[in-house]
């Protein structure tokens, strides 16, 4: 009776012994992109830019609304638009008022690739489709601290004007991009600061009143 017990626990030893045991994977990191992706995907933002061009423009001021929606086509886009009105600084423009004149800015197309590790791509939308406008090289130390005081600084030229820019996310409502333009025929730079508006509340309808009472005879 020893005998069996013995061959069945060396048969069950070497059974467990053959068994292969899968590696034990973690989950893949989370990108900057991915995070990117995350931190404006469906949000609407206040925007104030201040605009001094000391060559090719004009001083002044733009405040509205800026808004990252998902593209119903492309499940790898944000598009983003932005509504406002732009006041000048001197009156001597002869625009506005007070008030400012109505000015929308150039609808854009935010393109998050597949690939985690590649850095996410701002595109000019037009009618012909998207035309690339510059790339957003955040550096893989910034998921650490994510999304306190991660920036990255890209470059387009526009004809033989350069625009330097450099994207700051301040923390998870504040964000800041600030560019410097110059060439033959500008000079100039531009703030732009975005802080995150609250979603509006959706108010439940009140319920019906009661019925009256009947008095019981």
Request: contains cysteine; negative net charge; proline residues 10%.
């Amino acid at each position: 009776m020893k005998g069996s017990i013995s061959s069945i626990s060396c048969c069950l030893l070497t059974m467990a012994a053959s068994l292969v045991v899968p590696p034990v994977t973690s989950l893949p990191a989370r990108s900057s992109s991915h995070l990117l992706r995350e931190y404006l995907n469906d949000s609407v933002w206040s925007l104030r830019k201040r605009l001094e061009y000391r060559r090719g423009g004009a001083f002044g001021k733009w405040t509205g609304t800026a808004t990252f929606t998902e593209d119903p086509v492309r499940c790898d886009t944000l598009l983003y638009t932005e509504e406002g009105f732009l006041k000048f600084d001197t009156s001597t423009m002869g625009l506005g008022g007070s008030e400012g004149i109505p000015s929308s800015g150039r609808p854009l197309a935010f393109v998050f690739p597949a690939d985690s590790e590649a850095a996410a791509e701002v595109h000019f939308v037009e009618e012909a489709g998207f035309r690339f406008f510059h790339k957003m090289p955040f550096s893989p130390e910034v998921v650490a601290h994510w999304p306190t005081s991660a920036s990255c600084s890209f470059e387009h030229l526009c004809v033989k004007d350069l625009y330097s820019g450099c994207w700051t996310i301040l923390d998870e409502d504040r964000f800041q991009i600030r560019w410097h333009v110059f060439g033959p025929t500008k000079d100039g730079d531009i703030v732009q600061e975005y802080e995150r508006q609250e979603p509006p509340a959706t108010l439940l309808p009140l319920p019906p009143p009661p019925p009256p009472l009947t008095p019981t005879p």
